[in-house]
């Protein structure tokens, strides 16, 4: 792997207050103006063929790369992006923005309202993954960018990637889905909704209305902690704790914290409290839940209309997105004859790795990339 680093970088805004300043939802509602969080790595070449879009998943943010000013930890996915890495600075134009709902600097349930003066707070209407997709498309238009070379991303960054080949695929010359599903299913809901209930069980989430007040930090934590175990996998977790006690060299028959997995969840549940909105968590949530590509048609007839090339990606110990989930989409694409390459990763970090198995994408990517742009350079442009 390269040792060149991106460097410092810094979040750009792009606030959509012309008109249309209103996002038609689909639930119906309206949503405007927006701003968009997002960053930039690389140079876009003259005739425009070489941007990459990036969508992160849940929890995530614009900031995938580089280092923020005094900030000691690079971007969520600083490995994979950069000079020499798969996605290449030095060839590719890489965009990653901030979804709709988020925290993160793009238009939430934190955001103040304009119509009020104050949050939004539950009176943010309710997004989809269609939704975000739209939004980013408003960003893509003004960057002023007819056609992609790539949209790509992990888990619900997936569902976008899909989502953008569905909804806009004379923009999208080629996706890259990794460790992700075409619509959530009863497992998938049922983890969000206890996650859900634990944030709106907690006293100071106060129907949403607790900015400027107690943040419900208990409920936020412990939803934390139990989506963080669909992230990981039996095995890591044995091989990383195990029964291994903390602190302590027998058990203490007592409520206080006996194991180390015991004190590893909760130090994750209280660090994310520390940089997450509970009222963005609900919205997001639902987002993936809602997410259904399909809507009671038959998923090859989505497919019908797909223009882009495909590499899924998925990994053999993630039980939350399984590599059977994606072999779906792929048979589906292959009934369509889309050009779509397909590798199932032996990995025994859940579904986090796609965010940790850097060498098992690596290579598959970067020869993925690189084929695209080729294929870009020698057709004419749209």
Not at 42 to 60: Q, R, S
Not at 81 to 105: E, H, L, M
Not at 225 to 249: A, N, P, Q, V
Request: aromatic share 10%; net charge neutral; glycine share 8%.
């Amino acid at each position: 792997m390269a040792t060149k680093q991106l460097g410092i970088v810094t979040t750009q805004y792009f606030q959509c207050a012309e008109p249309p300043d209103e996002l038609v939802l689909k639930s119906g509602e309206r949503l405007g103006p927006i701003t968009i969080a997002y960053e930039t790595y690389g140079p876009l070449n003259p005739e425009k063929t070489n941007a990459i879009l990036i969508c992160h998943a849940l929890t995530g943010d614009a900031h995938a790369a580089g280092f923020h000013e005094n900030d000691s930890k690079p971007g969520w996915w600083d490995t994979m992006i950069g000079p020499g890495k798969p996605f290449d600075t030095d060839r590719y134009f890489i965009i990653c923005a901030n979804v709709i709902g988020s925290c993160k600097g793009s238009t939430g349930p934190s955001s103040v309202n304009p119509k009020t003066g104050k949050p939004y707070s539950l009176n943010f209407p309710v997004i989809t993954i269609q939704d975000m997709v739209n939004a980013q498309k408003l960003l893509i238009d003004h960057l002023g960018i007819s056609k992609l070379l790539c949209v790509t991303g992990g888990s619900m960054g997936g569902m976008q990637s899909l989502t953008w080949a569905v909804m806009y695929p004379q923009m999208i010359h080629s996706v890259i889905a990794i460790a992700t599903n075409y619509r959530h299913n009863a497992l998938q809901i049922a983890f969000h909704e206890v996650g859900r209930q634990a944030i709106m069980s907690d006293p100071d989430w106060q129907n949403g209305d607790y900015y400027g007040k107690s943040i419900p930090a208990r409920g936020l934590a412990v939803s934390r902690m139990i989506g963080h175990i669909t992230y990981m996998s039996e095995k890591s977790m044995e091989e990383k704790f195990g029964r291994k006690l903390f602190s302590k060299e027998r058990v203490g028959y007592d409520f206080s914290v006996d194991f180390e997995v015991s004190k590893y969840l909760r130090y994750r549940g209280d660090s994310f409290v520390q940089r997450f909105d509970a009222n963005s968590y609900l919205y997001i949530t639902k987002a993936l839940d809602y997410f259904d590509l399909t809507e009671e048609r038959n998923l090859d007839a989505v497919f019908k209309n797909i223009q882009s090339k495909f590499l899924v990606i998925s990994f053999t110990s993630d039980w939350l997105y399984p590599p059977h989930q994606s072999m779906k989409i792929v048979r589906a694409l292959k009934i369509n004859d889309v050009d779509v390459s397909y590798i199932e990763i032996n990995s025994s970090y859940g579904h986090d790795a796609f965010l940790m198995e850097n060498a098992g994408q690596a290579h598959v990517i970067e020869h993925f990339l690189a084929r695209m742009l080729l294929e870009r350079k020698n057709t004419a442009m749209p």
